[in-house]
């Protein structure tokens, strides 16, 4: 079973409603190993917004599982969440974002794995870390570490006492 990790963000709304309401529905589709502390983060772009609350998961998922029916199945989430994309990096009541899928690197026009921009988002990586770190997952941990130090992102990420339930 490949080790799949997802961030999942939002900014509007009740926050960790909206968090909860996510991990409910993956776990009503996977495994979930892991699900990091909620992380209150700094918008990235020009958009003047509301802070995000971001935490990233680790999942299950059985094998012959494709990257993109795993896709269909996030974008139906936020569908469901009523996720309406009008404005680039602007607010919304959720986000899935694929990160990593096991050993996978897979690129079309819809999907690119590892996530295109993981590397330049404090937000992202913070939490994969630590949903890493749950699962003893040495490999993610090595890698995550180093995109930490490396990355050129100085926008705030601190993690708040909320934590969500799976």
């Excluded at 409603?17 to 979930?32: E, F, G, R, S």
């Excluded at 939490?127 to 941990?141: F, G, H, K, N, T």
């Amino acid at each position: 079973m490949p080790k799949v990790y997802l961030s999942i963000g939002t900014n509007i709304g009740d926050k960790l409603a909206n968090l909860q309401t996510a991990v409910d529905k993956l776990a009503a589709l996977y495994a979930i190993s892991a699900v990091s502390k909620v992380y209150e983060t700094q918008p990235v772009g020009e958009v003047v917004q509301d802070d995000f609350y971001n935490i990233a998961i680790s999942l299950s998922i059985p094998d012959g599982v494709a990257p993109t029916t795993l896709l269909a199945q996030t974008q139906q989430i936020e569908k469901e969440m009523k996720r309406v994309k009008t404005i680039h990096w602007g607010p919304r009541t959720i986000d899935l974002d694929i990160l990593m899928f096991g050993d996978v690197t897979y690129q079309t026009e819809t999907l690119t794995i590892p996530h295109i921009e993981m590397a330049n988002r404090r937000f992202v990586l913070q939490p994969l870390l630590e949903a890493a770190q749950m699962i003893c997952d040495s490999r993610v941990i090595k890698q995550t570490e180093q995109l930490l130090e490396e990355t050129s992102d100085q926008n705030w990420v601190r993690p708040i006492a909320d934590t969500i339930q799976y």
